[in-house]
Nanobody, 120 residues
Framework: QVQLVESGGGLVQPGGSLRLSCAAS????????MGWYRQAPGKQREFVVR???????NYADSVKGRFTISRDNNKNTVYLQMNSLKPEDTAVYYC??????????????WGQGTQVTVSS
């Protein structure tokens, strides 16, 4: 089993910044991709950004140049630095991690979600 614990959401004014964290724990042998998705009220969950085990990144066009993803492999943690936040960034943000368990089975797990609200 893999558990993901997210933190760092909150209320911020337009133009402000927030940093999200997501720590993975459990019977993990290796982690491949770590990423973030978000779901705004009344909308489907959408892809935000992903980082591979090799450090390659892929961003949604809507966040390019404003959001930065990073990971600490020693801590099995992924971060999302969000700058120049806009009201349309308001959503519940979910982290997603995939890899291999200690018994070599593949896994893909989701965090519980953290609310980000951008409003004046």
């Amino acid at each position: 089993q893999v558990q993901l614990v997210e933190s760092g959401g909150g209320l911020v004014q337009p133009g402000g910044s927030l940093r999200l964290s997501c720590a993975a724990s459990g019977s993990i042998s290796s982690i491949n991709n770590m990423g973030w998705y978000r779901q705004a009220p009344g909308k489907q969950r959408e892809f935000v950004v992903r980082i591979t085990s090799g450090g390659s990144t892929n961003y949604a066009d809507s966040v390019k140049g404003r959001f930065t993803i990073s990971r600490d492999n020693n801590k099995n943690t992924v971060y999302l630095q969000m700058n120049s936040l806009k009201p349309e960034d308001t959503a519940v943000y979910y982290c997603n991690v995939d890899g291999r368990l200690s018994d070599r089975r593949p896994f893909s797990s989701w965090g519980q979600g953290t609310q980000v609200t951008v409003s004046s």
